[in-house]
C-alpha cells in the first residue's frame, strides 16, 4: 500500500537559514502529493500541492517540486521566519490501486525557527 | 476564508461512555472525512463519507465507531462505547473532489477517556 517516509525531526534552525525537508513516497502510478502544516495548537493546514509530476508547488515562500524518478516531494524554503515554527507533513493521496479518499500522512517533522 | 468548524474543542468522558463528535463542513464541499492523532504519533485516517454513505473506512474504524450527516450542515462521529486508547485529536475535514483535491481540516477536538 502507499505510504509516506518523512526526515525524522526535530529541526531547529536560525532566521533567515535556509530549509528542507525530506519526504519520499512509496506508491504505484502518479499519487497527488501534498504539505501540511499544523502550528501549535492548530489543526492541518494545506501549505501546498502537486498532482502530478515534475509539478512545482508553492505557497508562503515553500516549495516542493513531484519527483516521480526518484519518488521524492522535499519541502524548501529559502529564509525562514520564527513564524514558519510548526510541525510539517508530507501526505499522499491516489495512485494506481491507491484510494482515491484517504490521505497517507508521514509522521511528521517539528520545525523550531530561532530568532 | 471558508472554515470547517468543529465541537467541542475539548472533551473528557468515562469509558464505556458514547460520545459525539460534530464538524460542519465547508458548505459547497462533497467529501468528508474524520482522521485522528494520537498525542505524538501519525495522523490516521479513520473514514471517508460522500454521497450520505461511507466511502472507505480504515481498521481501526470498527463497529464502536459510526459516522452521520443528520442535516443539510453537520457531520458527526460517533463512538459508543469509549476505551482509554481512544483518547485521541480527532479532526474532520471536507474537500470539493477525491484524488487532486487537498482537505480543510477542522482545529480538532481532543477526547480525553478517562
Known amino acids: 500500500g502507499n505510504s509516506v517516509t518523512q526526515m525524522e525531526g526535530p529541526v531547529t534552525l536560525s532566521e533567515e537559514a535556509f530549509l528542507t525537508i525530506n519526504c519520499t513516497y512509496t506508491a504505484t502510478g502518479y499519487p497527488s502529493l501534498f504539505w501540511y502544516v499544523q502550528y501549535p495548537g492548530e489543526g492541518l493546514q494545506l501549505l501546498l500541492k502537486a498532482t502530478k509530476a515534475d509539478d512545482k508547488g508553492s505557497n508562503k515562500g515553500f516549495e516542493a517540486t513531484y519527483r516521480k524518478e526518484t519518488t521524492s516531494f522535499h519541502l524548501e524554503k529559502g529564509s525562514v521566519q520564527v513564524s514558519d515554527s510548526a510541525v510539517y507533513f508530507c501526505a499522499l493521496k491516489g495512485g494506481s490501486g491507491g484510494s482515491n479518499y484517504k490521505l497517507t500522512f508521514g509522521k511528521g517533522t517539528l520545525l523550531t525557527v530561532n530568532p | 476564508e471558508p472554515e470547517v468548524t468543529q465541537t467541542p474543542s475539548h472533551q473528557v468522558t468515562q469509558m464505556g461512555q458514547e460520545v459525539i463528535l460534530r464538524c460542519v463542513p465547508i458548505?459547497?464541499?462533497?467529501?468528508f472525512y474524520w482522521y485522528r492523532q494520537i498525542l505524538g504519533q501519525k495522523v490516521e485516517f479513520l473514514v471517508s463519507f460522500y454521497n450520505n454513505e461511507i466511502s472507505e473506512k480504515s481498521e481501526i474504524f470498527d463497529d464502536q465507531f459510526s459516522v452521520e450527516r443528520p442535516d443539510g450542515s453537520n457531520f458527526t462521529l460517533k463512538i459508543r462505547s469509549t476505551k482509554l486508547e481512544d483518547s485521541a485529536m480527532y479532526f474532520c475535514a471536507s474537500s470539493e473532489g477525491p484524488v487532486n483535491y487537498g482537505y480543510t481540516f477542522g482545529s480538532g477536538t481532543r477526547l480525553t477517556v478517562v
Open positions: 458548505s459547497n464541499h462533497l467529501y
